[in-house]
């Protein structure tokens, strides 16, 4: 710019200060490019560090932005926020072929004047508040669009009840939302005390099996080779439940760390992933209670089908049966069984257990027992062979009390076998009782017992209880169990009675005796009574 080019006016910087802020700027720089004998003027406003070119005139190599260190050896007039640059024409050979270039020391020759300070000052002043007014607005924008984005992702991430395939979307979702290029999901490893997370599902690379979390940090190599990691942690009511982890944020120059903004994304971005989690859990945990209790319905009604559904007819006996489990699926199992040859075979067994692995031993010996009474009379054999079959064929520690006893109607001649089953009682006509003790250990407990048996006759009026131990421990409030001795008493008093009638009264006694309690075992009772 030329020295004598004209100076602008103050009435003239009003009128273009009136119009808009950039005549204004342009005017003052003119002004001091005019008195000071300068070729070309720059203003710069200093953001985040760096020096950005705010606005120039005239002419000169003014770069966009200049960072602290450059611009101190170029010795700029400072302004609060910012700096002026300024260009002469040099004397040399760039000078002679008509270029203009940066005066390494512009120092001006000619002072800026307490009013052209003031204003330039109040122009960088201005123009860092517009700065920061359109960052703030920008930011507005930002959030709002991350909130819908986020509002967006919740729908698609919780509109799958699969907890695989919401882990994956939410990995997935978290690729896009912070640019980076690899994620991993790890969820507390079921009420893991040590706090262990076990890795669900990871995108873009290797990550960690499992990791135990210290102080709630993230260890640092659970994604081997990342450069760069940011975790936050997914709570369910406020109790910790897993980790986000990204890694390596894409950029233009490559991949690099992540900001506060990022953080607070993730963040929120968990908070959704966290109510997506647990809605699948829970789904799945309905699905699984659901099967679980189809499977019980089953095994309950193939149980049921093992039990008799009637009781026999044996002339000159009377006969009766019950059962009650404590669960839907119980561990008792009795059977009434009338051979070919008219003899009348009696079970009672109780599996160690309940449920449905109870279930499928009592199945399992009512198989076996019924094919091995086809080859077998009951006595010692027969339990030599049925313990060798339950023992090889069930887990370790499952095993069956089980007491056989076969009846010949016409003699009332008994014989029996109890392996490790609650002693069976006889009430006699005269008042006596008669123990049936156990003669080896419970079925399938060891491999290659023995068991002995023994036998005895039923006289008239005599008769025959067989029950599982839900009777006799059956527990009071203070603990106490109701025990053979009340169960006898019981027997001796209601002797004579109907024995549909005994049963209500053992069920009502040891429901009284329980006050209201759960019942703790299944419960079973067999009665048998000679009549003439």
Same mark, same amino acid.
């Given at each position: 710019?030329? &020295?004598?080019?004209? /100076?602008?006016?103050?009435?003239?910087?009003?009128?273009?200060?009136?119009?808009?802020?950039?005549?204004?700027?342009?005017?003052?720089?003119?002004?001091?490019?005019?008195?000071?004998?300068?070729?070309?003027?720059?203003?710069?406003?200093?953001?985040?560090?760096?020096?950005?070119?705010?606005?120039?005139?005239?002419?000169?190599?003014? *770069?966009?932005?200049?960072?602290?260190?450059?611009?101190?050896?170029?010795?700029?007039?400072?302004? *609060?926020?910012?700096?002026?640059?300024?260009?002469?024409?040099?004397?040399?050979?760039?000078?002679?072929?008509?270029?203009?270039?940066?005066?390494?020391?512009?120092?001006?020759?000619?002072?800026?004047?307490?009013?052209?300070?003031?204003?330039?000052?109040?122009?960088?002043?201005?123009?860092?508040?517009?700065?920061?007014?359109?960052?703030?607005?920008?930011?507005?924008?930002?959030?709002?669009?991350?909130?819908?984005?986020?509002?967006?992702?919740?729908?698609?991430?919780?509109?799958?009840?699969?907890?695989?395939?919401?882990? /994956?979307?939410?990995?997935?979702?978290?690729?896009?939302?912070?640019?980076?290029?690899?994620?991993?999901?790890?969820?507390?490893?079921?009420?893991?005390?040590?706090?262990?997370?076990?890795?669900?599902?990871?995108?873009?690379?290797?990550?960690?099996?499992?990791?135990?979390?210290?102080?709630?940090?993230?260890?640092?190599?659970?994604?081997?080779?990342?450069?760069?990691?940011?975790?936050?942690?997914? +709570?369910?009511?406020? %109790?910790?439940?897993?980790?986000?982890?990204?890694?390596?944020?894409?950029?233009?120059?490559?991949?690099?760390?992540?900001?506060?903004?990022?953080?607070?994304?993730? +963040?929120?971005?968990?908070?959704?992933?966290?109510?997506?989690?647990?809605?699948?859990?829970?789904?799945?945990?309905?699905?699984?209670?659901?099967?679980?209790?189809?499977?019980?319905?089953?095994?309950?009604?193939?149980?049921?089908?093992?039990?008799?559904?009637?009781?026999?007819?044996?002339?000159?006996? /009377?006969? &009766?049966?019950?059962?009650?489990?404590?669960?839907? %699926?119980?561990?008792?199992?009795?059977?009434?069984?009338?051979?070919?040859?008219?003899?009348?075979?009696?079970?009672?067994?109780?599996?160690?257990?309940?449920?449905?692995?109870?279930?499928?031993?009592?199945?399992?010996?009512?198989?076996?027992?019924?094919?091995?009474?086809?080859?077998? +009379?009951?006595? *010692?054999?027969?339990?030599?062979?049925?313990?060798?079959?339950?023992?090889?064929?069930? *887990?370790?520690?499952?095993?069956?009390?089980?007491?056989?006893?076969?009846?010949?109607?016409?003699?009332?001649?008994?014989?029996?076998?109890?392996?490790?089953?609650?002693?069976?009682?006889?009430?006699?006509?005269?008042?006596?009782?008669?123990?049936?003790?156990?003669?080896?250990?419970?079925?399938?407990?060891?491999?290659?017992?023995?068991?002995?048996?023994?036998?005895?006759?039923?006289?008239?009026?005599?008769?025959?209880?067989?029950?599982?131990?839900?009777?006799?421990?059956?527990?009071?409030?203070?603990?106490?169990?109701?025990?053979? +001795?009340?169960? %006898?008493?019981?027997?001796?008093?209601?002797?004579?009675?109907?024995?549909?009638?005994?049963?209500?009264?053992?069920?009502?006694?040891?429901? /009284?005796? &329980?006050?209201?309690?759960?019942?703790?075992?299944?419960?079973?009772?067999?009665?048998?009574?000679?009549?003439?």
């Amino acid at each position: 710019m030329d &020295a004598g080019t004209h /100076e602008p006016t103050w009435a003239s910087l009003l009128a273009a200060a009136d119009a808009d802020g950039i005549g204004l700027t342009s005017g003052l720089l003119e002004r001091w490019c005019c008195s000071a004998g300068l070729q070309g003027a720059a203003l710069y406003v200093e953001v985040e560090g760096l020096f950005e070119r705010e606005h120039s005139c005239g002419e000169g190599n003014f *770069p966009r932005s200049l960072s602290s260190e450059a611009a101190a050896e170029l010795s700029p007039l400072r302004l *609060p926020g910012g700096l002026l640059m300024s260009a002469r024409q040099t004397v040399s050979q760039e000078a002679s072929s008509g270029g203009v270039a940066l005066d390494p020391k512009p120092q001006p020759s000619v002072a800026l004047d307490g009013p052209l300070k003031v204003l330039l000052a109040m122009v960088v002043r201005n123009a860092l508040l517009e700065r920061r007014l359109k960052k703030s607005r920008f930011a507005a924008m930002h959030r709002n669009v991350e909130q819908q984005a986020l509002y967006d992702v919740g729908l698609a991430i919780t509109s799958t009840l699969d907890l695989e395939e919401t882990s /994956e979307a939410i990995l997935a979702w978290a690729l896009s939302l912070l640019d980076a290029r690899r994620s991993a999901l790890y969820l507390l490893d079921g009420d893991s005390v040590d706090r262990s997370y076990r890795l669900t599902h990871a995108l873009g690379g290797d990550a960690r099996p499992d990791f135990t979390c210290i102080d709630d940090a993230v260890p640092k190599d659970v994604l081997p080779g990342a450069a760069h990691l940011l975790a936050v942690r997914i +709570e369910i009511e406020s %109790v910790p439940r897993g980790f986000l982890v990204v890694a390596d944020k894409e950029s233009r120059y490559g991949v690099g760390p992540f900001g506060e903004a990022d953080r607070a994304t993730l +963040e929120l971005f968990a908070n959704q992933a966290a109510i997506a989690l647990e809605n699948a859990r829970l789904h799945r945990q309905a699905l699984q209670e659901e099967r679980m209790q189809r499977e019980m319905e089953l095994a309950a009604e193939t149980q049921n089908k093992l039990l008799p559904k009637g009781v026999p007819t044996v002339e000159g006996f /009377e006969l &009766a049966g019950w059962n009650r489990p404590a669960r839907e %699926v119980g561990g008792d199992y009795y059977d009434l069984l009338p051979r070919a040859d008219g003899r009348l075979v009696i079970t009672l067994g109780d599996v160690t257990g309940k449920g449905m692995p109870a279930a499928l031993m009592v199945s399992n010996l009512h198989s076996a027992l019924r094919l091995s009474l086809d080859h077998h +009379e009951v006595g *010692p054999e027969l339990f030599a062979g049925l313990n060798r079959h339950i023992h090889e064929s069930s *887990p370790a520690n499952k095993f069956i009390t089980l007491l056989v006893a076969q009846l010949d109607p016409p003699t009332g001649h008994v014989r029996y076998v109890n392996a490790g089953h609650n002693p069976a009682v006889v009430l006699g006509a005269d008042g006596s009782v008669r123990e049936l003790p156990s003669g080896g250990p419970p079925i399938g407990l060891l491999p290659g017992v023995s068991y002995q048996g023994d036998e005895f006759n039923l006289e008239v009026d005599d008769l025959l209880c067989i029950y599982s131990d839900g009777i006799t421990e059956c527990a009071a409030r203070d603990g106490e169990e109701y025990e053979l +001795e009340r169960l %006898v008493a019981l027997l001796q008093e209601h002797r004579t009675a109907p024995l549909p009638e005994i049963i209500a009264v053992i069920d009502q006694a040891t429901s /009284e005796f &329980a006050d209201g309690q759960p019942q703790g075992d299944d419960q079973t009772v067999v009665l048998l009574r000679r009549v003439g």
